[in-house]
């Protein structure tokens, strides 16, 4: 997938893989995760391939703790995360930012349980999406975990299928106005027809040029997050 994005051979790429990989840390697995398929994505690119910059979106309702740790100190690869607070695996704090070069290169944006569509989407569009813009990646990449769906027995947050189609639009509209190749991996997700009906949704999403749906500002999650965040990049 990653070859064909960097060579231009494919503007939208999915990997359907398991295990999912973003608990996974440069030298341990954890997390049902054995590898971490799109931090070797987004490592590969910059390596071998020619990107400069890659932005990795993880909506996986866990936070995705192995990317976030080997792209810590890199200013090369944007991570942003938007996860319920206080499940496994305990880390992505609001307050991580990434360390020493990589300061501001990780966006942490925890959600309280019982969270839906609205406060996701407008993390994304007011907080994520912005700053992606401003670091302008070559190569944008989705841990596209469907695990934050009501139905999900592993977390309590509240999306429905049609929210993560929401998502996907928001991406798919910034990755296509700049020309971006856009590629997407698979992550968790534990209810087999919320996730069946969840990824279906996506893939529909992608394809179809629908515009995203607008979300107001949220307001006290929104408003840290962008407290947050504007330190490092224009909101």
Partial sequence: ????????????????????????????????????????????????????RVFILDWDVHHGNGTAEIFRYRSDVLFASIHQEGIYPGTGALADVGSGPGAGYTINLPVPAGSGEELWLSLLEHIVLPAARSFVPDLIL?????DAHRRDPLAGCRLESGSFAELARHVRQTAFERALPLGVVLEGGYEPDALAESVLATLQALGSQD?????????????????????????
Avoid: D, K
């Fill in 142 to 146: 989705i841990s596209a975990g469907f």
């Fill in 1 to 52: 997938m990653t070859r064909a994005l960097m060579a231009g051979e494919a503007r939208l790429g999915i990997s359907a893989a398991r295990p999912s990989g973003h608990h996974a840390e440069a030298a341990r697995a954890m997390g049902f995760c054995l590898f971490n398929n799109v931090a070797l994505a987004a490592e590969m690119a910059i390596r071998e391939l020619g990107a400069r």
């Fill in 211 to 235: 515009p995203p749906r607008s979300a107001a500002p949220e307001g006290p999650v929104t408003s840290r997050a962008a407290a947050q965040v504007g330190r490092y990049w224009p909101l």
